[in-house]
């Protein structure tokens, strides 16, 4: 996980020069170092992976307005690309002596809805901020939107790609200093010309899409963790209003269910769900984010969050699939994972 301190939120231009009050900067500047800040100024990213069962051979697609659905019974690709966001293309990444990504290749489209899971320390956390742009690749590339990303993330790439990336931390990472209105409508505050007035009844609004009513004066110490959670789900899908197009959005989830007890898991795989543009919000109103990528290890979050699963191990990717696929497939590494067996391939 990245580390912040306790406290960050994506997508983050962070001030550039301008705040409202010194209230803003000076939070960044305790909790955050130098080094994160300036790493962190705007997420643009999206990936999507092809459906493909490496190990099993693909099996029928039933995804719902998904190219996918073209395809059944085919291991081929849909002929276009027009809708991919984000592709990742032969990524490596490695730490001192240790090679976390051998490899790593998939496209994520829009309207889709992916999960990468795999045992511990095989790199999705690394993967998303790759994607994030948080992270450079050893080798290999990201493109976004069929543009290759060129270093980590910048404010030029914002404009030229025109896709927003959110990346929702595994910690909801709030600051805690800070009352919900002012986490939810932070970067409404440091970047956007909208008044006060406006920013704090977006701010209820998207708190209410979210299922979150009169939280708005509170810490976040004063929340639950399943609170914070969608404390900061609500930050990650907050637009400022004023501006005449909204940008696709690709939402980038790092565990975000870890911790939570099996209904506020559900609560956050629902909330998961209403906020892409296949659902509809707590206000009945259909979400905005174009697509979402989930690293997950919980079962209910893979059966209930997502449509498509990449098994990312040793740094590869060894099986592509349909979520309802996963349990039933022949691959012996899946297996083992979805039964949680201490019999198999994968060593502990
Ligand atoms: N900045 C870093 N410096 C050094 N090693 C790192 C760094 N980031 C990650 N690693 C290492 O890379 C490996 C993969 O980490 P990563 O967090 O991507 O795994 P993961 O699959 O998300 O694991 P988990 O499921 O346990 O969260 C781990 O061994 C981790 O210690």
């Not at 209003?241 to 870890?258: F, H, W």
Request: aromatic residues 6%; proline residues 4%; negative net charge.
């Amino acid at each position: 996980m990245v580390s912040t301190s306790g406290s960050t939120l994506f997508p983050l231009p962070l001030s550039r020069g301008y705040s409202r009050s010194g209230l803003f900067s000076s939070v960044i500047a305790s909790n955050l170092s130098n080094s994160w800040i300036s790493s962190q100024k705007k997420i643009v990213c999206a990936c999507m992976t092809p459906s493909r069962n490496v190990s099993d051979g693909l099996s029928s697609y039933k995804l719902t307005d998904s190219p996918y659905t073209r395809i059944l019974n085919s291991v081929e690709e849909p002929e276009s690309d027009s809708d991919v966001l984000i592709e990742c293309k032969n990524v490596y990444k490695s730490f001192g002596e240790k090679h976390i990504l051998r490899g790593v290749s998939f496209k994520i489209r829009h309207g889709e809805a992916v999960g990468i899971i795999g045992p511990s320390g095989t790199g999705k956390s690394t993967i998303l901020k790759i994607i994030a742009g948080l992270l450079a690749p050893d080798k290999g590339e990201v493109y976004v939107q069929g543009k290759k990303r060129e270093g980590l993330i910048s404010d030029e790439e914002i404009s030229i790609s025109g896709l927003r990336i959110g990346l929702v931390f595994q910690s909801a990472a709030l600051f805690d200093s800070l009352t919900v209105r002012e986490n939810v409508g932070f970067l409404l505050y440091e970047n956007s010309k909208m008044s006060d007035e406006q920013i704090s009844e977006l701010v209820t609004e998207t708190l209410a899409a979210v299922g979150l009513k009169g939280v708005e004066d509170r810490l976040p110490s004063e929340l639950s963790g399943g609170m914070k959670k969608r404390v900061a789900l609500a930050r990650s899908i907050i637009f400022d209003t004023t501006k005449d197009t909204v940008e696709p959005e690709v939402l980038l989830y790092d565990e975000p269910t870890a911790g939570l007890d099996p209904i506020a898991s559900t609560v956050v795989e629902d909330l998961i769900r209403s906020v892409h543009i296949k659902g509809e919000d707590a206000l009945g109103k259909s979400g905005k984010v174009a697509s979402y990528v989930v690293v997950t290890h919980q079962h209910s979050t893979i059966r209930r969050a997502v449509d498509r699963l990449i098994f990312l191990y040793e740094g590869k990717i060894v099986w592509e699939g349909l979520t309802d696929e996963f349990t039933t497939s022949t691959n012996p590494i899946v297996q083992q994972f979805a039964s949680g067996s201490l019999d198999g391939p994968i060593k502990y």
